[in-house]
C-alpha cells in the first residue's frame, strides 16, 4: 500500500523518466486505497494529456466513470479540459505538483486557465523536483 509521500514520488518519477527516455515532463497517477488504478507519461505532443489518460484508464480498469474515492496526482496544475475531465470524473481530490507559473518558465502552456475552485477539490503540494523535471525537460531540449 502507497502513502500519499510515495504516490508524489511515484508520479514525478514518471515524468522524470519520460523525459530522461526523450519525452514530455508530465505525468499522472490515478490511485484508490493507497493501489495505483492507471497512470499515465506521454512522451508526445500528439498523444492525449496526462491526465486525460490516466482517467480513461482508471474508468476503464474500475468499469466505472466516476472515480469517487480515487485521488488523482498530476505533476503539473492541469490544464482546463483536463480539470474539465477531472470535475466529470468526480473523484476525492486532484493532486498536483508544480503551479503553472512554476512550470510555464520551462514548459509554455498556451491554453487558458479556468478557476474551478469549489467545484473540484484540489491540492497544491509544493514540490521543487516537479519542477526540476520540466527543468531538465527543457535543458534537454535546448541543448541535446
Ligand atoms: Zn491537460
Avoid at 508530465?26 to 506521454?42: I, L, N, Q, T
Amino acid at each position: 500500500m502507497l502513502d500519499d509521500a510515495m504516490l508524489v514520488r511515484r508520479t514525478i518519477a514518471l515524468a522524470h523518466r519520460s523525459v530522461v527516455q526523450g519525452g514530455r515532463p508530465f505525468s499522472c497517477v490515478v490511485a484508490r486505497d493507497g493501489v495505483v488504478v492507471a497512470e499515465s507519461s506521454p512522451q508526445t505532443e500528439a498523444e492525449l494529456h496526462a491526465e486525460v489518460q490516466a482517467v480513461h484508464a482508471a474508468r476503464a480498469r474500475l468499469g466505472r466513470s466516476k472515480l469517487s474515492g480515487c485521488q488523482i496526482y498530476a505533476i503539473a496544475q492541469p490544464c482546463t479540459p483536463c480539470l474539465t475531465l477531472c470535475h466529470e470524473a468526480r473523484p476525492d481530490v486532484v493532486v498536483y505538483l508544480a503551479l503553472r507559473e512554476e512550470y510555464d518558465p520551462y514548459y509554455p502552456c498556451e491554453i487558458p486557465q479556468k478557476d474551478f475552485t469549489g467545484r473540484l477539490p484540489q491540492t497544491y503540494l509544493q514540490e521543487p523536483d516537479a519542477v526540476d523535471v520540466c527543468r531538465l525537460w527543457a535543458a534537454n531540449r535546448h541543448h541535446p
